[in-house]
């Protein structure tokens, strides 16, 4: 399998990690990715509301570029702001033709074009979750994760709106779904598509902090031991303000938060340091450590007392 | 035959069709341009279908001695009948009238006038070419079997039973469940009345129980349906249960001493518990209890046989089998009901992950004094009473995601799940509605009546139901999260106990069912009437018709008339005794048939045989609905269509295309 990748700039920075992991376990995967030429930044969230032709623009070219190489397949994208950018830009110029001649005037410029709805682009967890066969990902497993429990976490964008047609994004499930197959389990995390806080941290640090504390506190309230991310902006925002949370809040949240492919990686019998795991501020060593070798016996359920009344369960 | 006489008659419809299309100058057209096709009249009149319109074919046919009549109007399916009767009254065989659609398919899709008054000329010109290929036919009769089939026990199914069974006919009435009673068994009140649903219903269930005339099928399955309207023969299964029910009397001794106790996903809606050998309720008709062989201590394990030792009439049989019972029936009534939505499929509002979420049949069952918790209102510890509860309407209704219908009876519902609340427990009540629907007789009031009573009302579709608190009010308690559209806000409440009012969905096999008895279902999935507003109890499907919320979500009200409508419709099918069939079928040529076989399944309404003797297929003409589609399908041209002959096909064609359409102006192709 051959896919176009756009890492986007975050991964050439701080998810440095993400990119490392998510190379290694495609490989595994026999996955080939192959880097859009010359890509440039989608102009993360702030450009689309200070200059929407530009902001188009930006994503534009990026598609522009992708459908030059467009013999390797789909386009990725590993950040959800990415890759709804990428979709965002490419749904618009398909409804007006106006900005898809704007768009393609400045393209112009660069020698480029791009005809909207040529270029099919999807998130890199769809890559893992759906693209590739159940039991391919179970075959690859060296190591399963018994006993670690993992809250699934997607954030804001990956879910909404759903450019395309994406699964239940009330309530999405296919990360869930890929962290049991490693034999992990995976917690209730109701929060899952919730807002990290994205930027808000540069522009009002207190919305922020409350916004990642719900969020963490809704993992711990679950007993989870590590929170899951498919994107730079969660995974940073949980991981390095975590400490900032604490002395705001007077709390002491120590969960670890790390990308799918780097528990992937783990899984498959990589070592964490080629995962890119020890660079998290809150070091997941201890948390997998806790890795049993043998799948955790489930007690028998119980009923809650002898007058609770039976429940359906998902 | 004598020379062809045809009569043409083109409709203004009021300003229906004289809209839109030149009706003087199309019927003064066909009377210049077709006589040599044999037209000698052609009228125009404002109202073909009225009495006067009716007269001016009837005296034509009789004083101009017409043979063939054209009439330009509305489409067949409305007006066939009356203008074929109105010729047959003048002595012309009624399928000597053919009808040219020109306001379905012509004024009423077309603006520009010119265009329009050039297609219906074209349209009259093909029924005028075509009719004069007709033959004059002959209805087709058929002996109607008095005894009526009628599929599903719930209030729709017992309302038909009991209807024909009093009219004096026989009923088999065949219900998949142990006991007959549907969803309206499982409640405790219904709105707007608040009338408990068991004393009402278990009258008429006890009713159908000892009836003389209905042969009550319980625990039993149809397996196969063949035949058509009239004499239709099906083969009913009815499973074992495991007990020989001549020596059973009831007394659920076998109940008590079943030692197996499994949650009772059915009746109790996953909330209260059953016996492997159980009746799903005290009132339960027939009484007799079913044995549950898949949970059964001794068919799993080989030991057990508690109710067999305790019953005291010794009616226990571990070896009884399946009984396979055939009938014959001359109609059929399908009132298979509906599911409830599973609401696990709308994972955000948290059912089967918090405790406290309970769906509406669960609570349905709570409420019931003879349910799991004698109708008192708990959380799901059993003991605890909410002091606030959520309501939430339209919990998979309305909703792409989801189903995009309306399932009608959940505002009421909820309403009274509101009230009842309120009086149970005096708790605060929140319901969440999109918009409030109460178009029923007495429902408005009884909403008003639930707003007097301090209840509630968001306006806002619910995105969220978690146990994430925010802060120390939410701690502990289940947070709806909704936007609150007439305040313009985003609100959370926090409630100790949250209900959804699951839409109502087709029966998961509903598909399978309109199948087995060759009708269709529309694109949701509910049974499709042979028209919406006009005969809503009817199938395209003679003789099978269907009532309740088989055909879509429905009241308790709506039910009951509709088992009614199709009772009323099946008595006078059977005080008729024949019934008259449209000679409009297919007809296999034997010598022509090759026996590929293609056509047998093609056919949408099963009437094709084929015959392994002679290797020819064969089309039962009562079963035939006259679509045409094994006609066009046979690749040996072995299949002709009574009505719809090659020969009358290809005249009409002809006749449409006598005029040039590339041209604005009457040009006749030569
Ligand atoms: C929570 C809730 C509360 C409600 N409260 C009210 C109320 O207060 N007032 C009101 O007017 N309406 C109420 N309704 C609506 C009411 O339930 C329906 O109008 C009514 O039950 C419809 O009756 P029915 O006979 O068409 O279908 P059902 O009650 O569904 O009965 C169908 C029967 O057919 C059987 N069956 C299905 N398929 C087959 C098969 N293939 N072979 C044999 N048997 C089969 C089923 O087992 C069932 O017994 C409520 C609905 C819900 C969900
Ligand atoms: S114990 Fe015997 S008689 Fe009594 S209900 Fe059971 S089977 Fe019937
Ligand atoms: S398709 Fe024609 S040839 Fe084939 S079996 Fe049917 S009638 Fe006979």
Redesign the pocket.
């Given at each position: 399998m051959k896919y176009n990748y756009y890492p986007g700039c975050s991964l050439e920075r701080n998810a440095h990690s993400y990119h490392d992991s998510a190379m290694a376990v495609g490989t595994k995967l026999g996955i080939e990715f192959v880097e859009v030429e010359d890509w440039n930044c989608c102009g993360a969230t702030e450009y689309m509301s200070i200059d929407k032709i530009s902001a188009f623009t930006l994503s534009g070219r990026n598609l522009a570029l992708a459908y030059e190489q467009k013999e390797n397949g789909d386009l990725v994208a590993p950040c959800s702001l990415c890759l709804l950018n990428l979709q965002k830009s490419d749904h618009h110029m398909q409804e007006s033709q106006e900005l898809a001649n704007n768009v393609n005037t400045s393209l112009a410029e660069g020698g480029l074009s791009y005809k909207p709805g040529s270029v099919q682009s999807k998130h890199l967890l769809d890559v893992f979750a759906k693209d590739i066969d159940e039991n391919e990902i179970v075959e690859k497993v060296e190591k399963f994760l018994y006993g670690l429990k993992i809250a699934p976490y997607y954030g804001c964008l990956s879910s909404r709106p759903g450019f395309d047609g994406r699964e239940n994004f009330d309530f999405p499930l296919r990360l869930d779904n890929l962290i049991s197959l490693l034999g992990a389990d995976v917690v209730d995390f109701p929060l899952k598509t919730h807002c990290c806080g994205g930027h808000m941290t540069q522009i009002s640090e207190p919305t922020a902090l409350e916004l990642i504390r719900r969020l963490l506190k809704n993992a711990v309230d679950n007993h989870a031991d590590m929170i899951v991310t498919i994107c730079p902006m969660c995974q940073l925002n949980l991981d390095a303000y975590q400490d900032s949370v604490n002395k705001y809040f007077k709390t002491d949240f120590n969960i670890p938060v790390l990308y799918f492919t780097q528990i992937m990686g783990v899984a498959f019998g990589f070592e964490p340091k080629e995962m890119g795991i020890w660079q998290e501020f809150v070091n997941a060593k201890e948390v997998l450590a806790k890795i049993l070798d043998e799948p955790p016996k489930v007690p028998k359920e119980k009923r809650a007392s002898k007058t609770a009344l039976p429940m359906a369960k998902v | 035959m004598n020379k062809k006489r045809i009569g043409v008659y083109v409709c203004h419809c009021g300003t229906n069709i004289a809209g839109v299309v030149d009706v003087e100058n199309v019927a003064k057209w066909a009377l210049e341009e077709l006589g040599e096709e044999g037209v000698v009249v052609s009228k125009d009149n404002k109202f073909m279908c009225s009495s006067v319109g009716q007269e001016l074919i009837q005296t034509d046919i009789e004083e101009q001695g017409l043979n063939r009549v054209v009439v330009a109007a509305c489409s067949p399916h409305l007006h066939e009948k009356t203008f074929r009767t109105a010729s047959e009254r003048a002595g012309l065989n009624p399928y000597l009238c053919e009808m040219a659609s020109i306001r379905e398919q012509v004024s009423w899709v077309h603006t520009d006038k010119a265009i329009a008054t050039q297609k219906a000329k074209a349209m009259v010109a093909g029924a005028v070419r075509r009719v004069a290929q007709h033959e004059p036919l002959e209805p087709i009769h058929v002996p109607i079997n008095e005894a009526t089939l009628v599929?599903?026990?719930?209030?729709?199914?017992?309302q038909a039973a009991l209807e024909i069974a009093n009219a004096g006919h026989p009923v088999y009435l065949?219900?998949?469940?142990p006991s007959?009673?549907?969803?309206?068994a499982?409640?405790d009140?219904?709105?707007?009345t608040l009338d408990c649903?068991a004393c009402i219903l278990t009258p008429r269930m006890s009713e159908v129980g000892m009836h003389p005339k209905i042969d009550l099928m319980t625990w039993?399955?149809?397996e196969n349906v063949d035949g058509y309207v009239g004499n239709f023969n099906v083969r009913i299964r009815k499973k074992s249960r495991f007990i020989n029910l001549a020596d059973c009397n009831g007394c659920g001794i076998c109940e008590q001493k079943c030692p197996v106790k499994i949650v009772d996903k059915n009746f109790e809606a996953g909330i209260g518990y059953r016996k492997a050998i159980y009746r799903p309720f005290d009132q339960a008709i027939p009484n007799y209890p079913v044995l549950d062989q898949p949970n059964c201590t001794y068919f799993i394990k080989g030991t057990c046989k508690a109710c067999e030792k305790f019953c005291p009439t010794g009616a226990i049989n571990f070896e009884k089998e399946d009984e396979l019972v055939n009938v014959e029936v001359g109609n059929i009534i399908l009132?298979?009901?509906?599911?409830?939505y599973d609401t696990k499929k709308i994972p955000q509002y948290g059912f089967g992950r918090l405790p406290n979420v309970f769906s509406?049949?669960e609570?349905?069952r709570m409420c019931n004094a003879a349910g799991p918790t004698s109708g008192e209102i708990v959380l799901r510890d059993g003991v605890t009473k909410p002091k606030s509860v959520g309501i939430v309407h339209c919990a998979g209704s309305r909703d792409l995601n989801h189903n995009n219908y309306c399932s009608s009876?959940?505002c009421?519902?909820s309403l009274?799940f509101a009230h009842l609340v309120h009086e149970r427990t005096g708790a605060t009540i929140y319901n969440f509605y999109i918009d409030m629907r109460t178009p029923g007789k007495d429902y408005d009031e009884f909403y008003q009546r639930v707003l007097e009573e301090k209840t509630f009302f968001i306006r806002g579709k619910v995105s969220e139901i978690s146990d994430a608190a925010r802060n120390e009010e939410e701690e502990g308690k289940l947070v709806v999260q909704v936007e609150d559209t007439l305040l313009g806000e985003q609100r959370r409440i926090p409630l100790d106990m949250v209900i959804l009012?699951?839409a109502?969905v087709p029966?998961a096999?509903s598909g399978d069912?309109a199948k087995q008895f060759g009708i269709s279902c529309s694109s949701n999935g509910w049974f499709s009437e042979k028209h919406p507003k006009l005969d809503p109890i009817s199938t395209m499907t003679e003789g099978i018709f269907i009532?309740?919320?088989?055909t879509g979500?429905?009241?308790?009200?709506?039910?009951v008339s509709?088992?009614s409508a199709a009772a009323a419709r099946v008595i006078s099918y059977i005080e008729t005794g024949v019934l008259a069939l449209e000679p409009i079928r297919a007809t296999v040529s034997e010598e022509n048939c090759s026996g590929c076989r293609i056509c047998n399944d093609l056919c949408p309404y099963n009437a094709i045989v084929f015959h392994d003797e002679t290797m020819v297929s064969e089309i039962n003409h009562a079963l035939c609905q006259g679509c045409g589609t094994c006609v066009a399908a046979c690749p040996a041209g072995a299949i002709s269509g009574t009505g719809f002959s090659n020969e009358q096909i290809l005249a009409q064609v002809k006749g449409l295309l006598m005029l040039d359409f590339a041209e604005p102006e009457l040009e006749k192709v030569p």
């Open positions: - | 599929v599903g026990g719930g209030i729709a199914g017992i065949v219900e998949r469940e007959i009673g549907g969803h309206m499982q409640f009140k219904t709105f707007p649903a039993s399955e149809v009132a298979t009901g509906y599911d409830l509406s049949l609570f349905e009876i959940c009421m519902q009274k009012s699951a109502l029966k096999d069912v009532a309740g919320c088989a979500p429905k009241d308790i009200p709506a039910s509709q088992g």
